[in-house]
């Protein structure tokens, strides 16, 4: 405002001096109101100029008052908002206030539940919908809303296809950068993938993969990375058994130590299978193979059952 004043005055004083100083003393009559008044030229200036300084000076105090008002209307809803903020992030339950600026951002805040949304108020929010029916589990398109895939709402509509539509988990792993929800698409697609394409991934792989593939041609080239316990292991080679030479079963079996004992053993082998137990220290048929070493005609299997139920 003080600007304005100080720009407007030399303005003025400047264009009627400059007139006065080129037209001296020559006067100009106009007839106001059928009135003639006749005033030096720069004074008819000057006036003109002020009246228009009049004019842009009441309009500045009219703006000026007016975005005080609203500034003030602002801050207050912005106080509002904030209480309101606190109070649901604190689980206390409050009101939403009457707000004539910012009712829409009210709203949102409105949805704060502690650290959750309420989805409450949908209206003006089209993405609450669809936020909405990720929490509840359904698989949604994001694509419209440009949401990367590291994005938490986009891993858990990643969890949602998974549930949904297990035949997207190669889908899943291959897009999404989230390392626990790759692991959890991997475990759903390696029960059904070709081994070789499982060997492509750095994950782990346990019974609940190798199990599908026991009856695999290509089973000899997973078990190297399974981690199996001492029950699947011994799974593994009861699956394998009579399917290849003794031998070739054995080897296939190098990386799971009580399944290749377990099968020495099924062979009769009972030398192999102690001497595998020893280079192993697996005590698990140290009283099998003393039974068989004293002429006891005992199962394997038998023994295994009677230990494991």
Do not use: C
Request: glycine letters at 6%; charged letters at 30%.
């Amino acid at each position: 405002m003080k600007q304005f004043i100080l720009i407007s005055i030399i303005l003025i004083g400047g264009l009627a001096g400059l007139m006065a100083f080129q037209n001296g003393s020559a006067h100009l009559t106009l007839s106001l109101w059928g009135i003639n008044v006749t005033l030096p030229v720069y004074l008819w200036i000057a006036g003109g100029m002020g009246i228009i300084f009049l004019v842009g000076f009441l309009f500045l105090l009219w703006n000026s008052a007016r975005t005080s008002y609203y500034r003030r209307r602002v801050e207050g809803e912005i106080k509002k908002l904030l209480k309101i903020a606190e109070e649901r992030i604190f689980y206390r339950r409050s009101e939403l206030p009457k707000l004539k600026v910012l009712d829409k951002i009210g709203e949102l805040i409105a949805n704060i539940w502690g650290n959750k949304l309420t989805f409450e108020y949908k209206t003006n929010f089209p993405y609450m919908e669809v936020l909405k029916r990720i929490e509840e589990g359904e698989v949604v398109d994001l694509s419209p809303y440009k949401v990367p895939f590291d994005n938490p709402w986009e891993i858990k509509n990643g969890y949602n296809i998974l549930k949904k539509e297990p035949a997207r988990a190669k889908e899943v792993l291959d897009r999404y950068p989230d390392p626990k929800l790759k692991e959890a698409a991997f475990r759903i697609y390696a029960k059904t993938a070709p081994i070789r394409e499982i060997l492509k991934y750095d994950f782990p792989i346990d019974w609940e993969i190798v199990e599908p593939h026991l009856h695999d041609p290509e089973l000899p080239y997973l078990l190297p990375r399974a981690q199996l316990t001492p029950q699947q292991q011994v799974e593994v080679a009861r699956a394998i058994y009579t399917t290849r030479t003794p031998e070739e079963e054995l080897e296939i079996l190098k990386n799971q130590p009580v399944g290749q004992i377990y099968l020495a053993l099924k062979y009769e082998h009972i030398e192999k299978g102690k001497e595998l137990s020893e280079l192993h220290k697996i005590e698990l048929f140290h009283y099998f193979i003393k039974l068989r070493e004293l002429g006891e005609k005992v199962e394997v299997d038998e023994f295994l059952e009677s230990i494991w139920g």
